[in-house]
C-alpha cells in the first residue's frame, strides 16, 4: 500500500505526520518512508536511523556537438520548453528549462545533440529496525524538482517489496512536484490547520486530486487554533475527517527536540490509532 501525506501549503504538519506514522506502524511491521520534498527534506530530523546507502542522481540534458550539426532548426521546434535554442549559427542548451524528454536529441537527423548527464541530487537510504527511511536532496541551483522525485520513486519500487507499506512525505502545495509524488499512491492523507488559509489552500488540494480522481482524506493538525471552517468543509463536501491532532506546547517542545510524538502523548496516539482503523478500513 502507498500513502501519500500531502497538504495544500507549508508548515501545516506533513512531516509530523508522516514521520510519527512511519514510527508507529514501523511497532507492527516493515514500513517505507521516503521523503520527497527534495528541495527542503527534513524528515531525517526525527528518523535516527544506520546509514545504508549513497548515489547521485542525474537528470539526461542535450549536448550540442557543433562539428555535426547542419543548423536545420528541428531541434528548437520540438522542444516545447524552450530549452533548445538557435541563434543564427549555433545552438544554445539551457539545463534549468530542460525536461529530459529526448525529443530534440532523438529527432535530430545528424545526432549532434546526444543526451548526457547532469548530477541533480542525490539520494539517501537509512535502516532502524523495520523502518527504512530514504530521502532525496536537490542540488542547490538545480531548478527543476520533478525528475528527482520520478527517479526516487523508482528507487523504492526497484529495491522494496510490494507487502511493505510505504508513506510517502510529498512537497506543499498543489504544482508539479506534488502530482508527482502522489500520482501512483493508493491514499493521499491531506494535512490541514484550521485557519482561513488552511481553508483556502485545502480547497485547492482536493481540487486537484478529485482531477486525479485519488481517495483522500483529511487530518486536521493544531486542532483548537482556529475555527470550525474546516470541519464544516469536510461536512458540506463528504470528506472523510480521519483525525485531529490537537494543539499543543508539549506537541511543539518534543517537534522542537526532534522527537515523535505519538510514543508520549497519549491523546495523539489515539489519533494515529483512527488513521490506521480508517486507511486499513476503507482502501
Given at each position: 500500500m502507498k500513502i501519500a501525506i500531502a497538504s495544500g501549503?507549508?508548515?501545516?504538519?506533513?512531516?509530523?505526520?508522516?514521520?510519527?506514522?512511519?514510527?508507529?506502524?514501523?511497532?507492527?511491521?516493515?514500513?517505507?518512508?521516503?521523503?520527497?520534498?527534495?528541495?527542503?527534506?527534513?524528515?531525517?530530523?526525527?528518523?535516527?536511523?544506520?546509514?545504508?546507502?549513497?548515489?547521485?542522481?542525474?537528470?539526461?540534458?542535450?549536448?550540442?556537438?557543433?562539428?555535426?550539426?547542419?543548423?536545420?532548426?528541428?531541434?528548437?521546434?520540438?522542444?516545447?520548453?524552450?530549452a533548445v535554442i538557435q541563434l543564427v549559427d549555433q545552438i544554445m542548451i539551457f539545463p534549468e528549462l530542460c525536461h529530459g524528454c529526448y525529443a530534440c536529441s532523438e529527432l535530430c537527423p545528424v545526432d549532434a545533440l546526444p543526451m548526457v548527464p547532469k548530477k541533480m541530487g542525490?539520494?539517501?537510504?537509512?535502516?532502524?529496525?523495520?523502518?527504512?527511511?530514504?530521502?532525496?536532496?536537490?542540488?542547490?541551483?538545480?531548478?527543476?524538482?520533478?525528475?528527482?522525485?520520478?527517479?526516487?520513486?523508482?528507487?523504492?519500487?526497484?529495491?522494496?517489496?510490494?507487502?511493505?507499506?510505504?508513506?510517502?512525505?510529498?512537497?506543499?502545495?498543489?504544482?508539479?512536484?506534488?502530482?508527482?509524488?502522489?500520482?501512483?499512491?493508493?491514499?493521499?492523507?491531506?494535512?490541514?490547520?484550521?485557519?482561513?488559509?488552511?481553508?483556502?489552500?485545502?480547497?485547492?488540494?482536493?481540487?486537484?486530486?478529485?482531477?486525479?480522481k485519488k481517495k483522500f482524506g483529511v487530518v486536521v493538525n493544531r486542532y483548537g487554533i482556529g475555527n470550525d471552517d474546516v470541519v464544516n468543509y469536510c461536512k458540506k463536501e463528504n470528506i472523510a475527517l480521519i483525525a485531529k491532532i490537537p494543539n499543543s506546547r508539549r506537541i511543539a517542545e518534543l517537534y522542537s527536540r526532534g522527537e515523535l510524538i505519538y510514543q508520549k502523548i497519549p491523546g495523539v496516539k489515539h489519533q494515529f490509532e483512527e488513521i490506521e482503523k480508517y486507511i486499513f478500513t476503507n482502501i
Open positions: 501549503k507549508g508548515g501545516t504538519g506533513k512531516t509530523t505526520l508522516s514521520t510519527n506514522l512511519a514510527g508507529y506502524f514501523a511497532e507492527k511491521g516493515e514500513v517505507i518512508l521516503t521523503d520527497l520534498d527534495v528541495e527542503e527534506p527534513n524528515s531525517g530530523l526525527f528518523i535516527k536511523g544506520e546509514f545504508v546507502h549513497k548515489e547521485g542522481k542525474y537528470n539526461m540534458i542535450p549536448e550540442w556537438e557543433q562539428e555535426k550539426c547542419t543548423l536545420c532548426g528541428l531541434c528548437q521546434e520540438v522542444c516545447n520548453f524552450h542525490e539520494l539517501n537510504h537509512f535502516q532502524k529496525d523495520k523502518l527504512t527511511f530514504v530521502e532525496s536532496r536537490l542540488d542547490i541551483g538545480q531548478e527543476q524538482a520533478v525528475p528527482l522525485i520520478s527517479q526516487t520513486n523508482e528507487y523504492i519500487d526497484k529495491h522494496f517489496h510490494k507487502e511493505a507499506l510505504k508513506l510517502y512525505d510529498s512537497p506543499p502545495g498543489t504544482s508539479c512536484p506534488v502530482i508527482e509524488a502522489v500520482k501512483n499512491a493508493d491514499f493521499v492523507i491531506l494535512v490541514t490547520e484550521p485557519t482561513p488559509f488552511g481553508l483556502h489552500d485545502l480547497k485547492l488540494a482536493v481540487d486537484t486530486l478529485k482531477e486525479l
